[in-house]
Nanobody
Framework: QVQLVESGGGSVQAGGSLRLSCVAS?????VGWFRQAPGKEREGVASMHFGTASTYYADSVEGRFTISQDNAKNKVDLQMNSLTSEDTAMYSC??????????????????????WGRGTQVTVSS
């Protein structure tokens, strides 16, 4: 069984930065970050495949968000810079395990992920 625990959410002014962390226990080979704002669909924003170190980003966060892994701490971070009010959402990390060839077809699709954390709120004020 895989367990995921997020931390690092909070409130920040537009233009600021936040760093989210996801500590994962269990056997997975990729982790993704998703977000959902009130009244909007869930959006995959970033994902990392551990075996290949491949990373993927949604167009909406490309160049502003960075996903990284700390192997020693079994932790995956999401560094978020240049935040805007559009980034306000509940952020959740998720994990899964499958062949890379399958994963890379849609690395930001929620259906690829089996395990989900409870989420951490990010609020950006303008």
């Amino acid at each position: 069984q895989v367990q995921l625990v997020e931390s690092g959410g909070g409130s920040v002014q537009a233009g600021g930065s936040l760093r989210l962390s996801c500590v994962a226990s269990g056997d997975t080979n990729y982790v993704g970050w998703f977000r959902q704002a009130p009244g909007k669909e869930r959006e995959g924003v970033a994902s990392m495949h551990f075996g290949t170190a491949s990373t993927y980003y949604a167009d909406s966060v490309e160049g502003r968000f960075t996903i990284s892994q700390d192997n020693a701490k079994n932790k995956v971070d999401l560094q978020m810079n240049s935040l805007t009010s559009e980034d306000t959402a509940m952020y959740s990390c998720a994990a899964g395990r499958s062949l890379f060839t399958l994963y890379r077809r849609a690395p930001l699709a929620a259906i690829r992920y089996t395990y989900w954390g409870r989420g951490t709120q990010v609020t950006v004020s303008s």
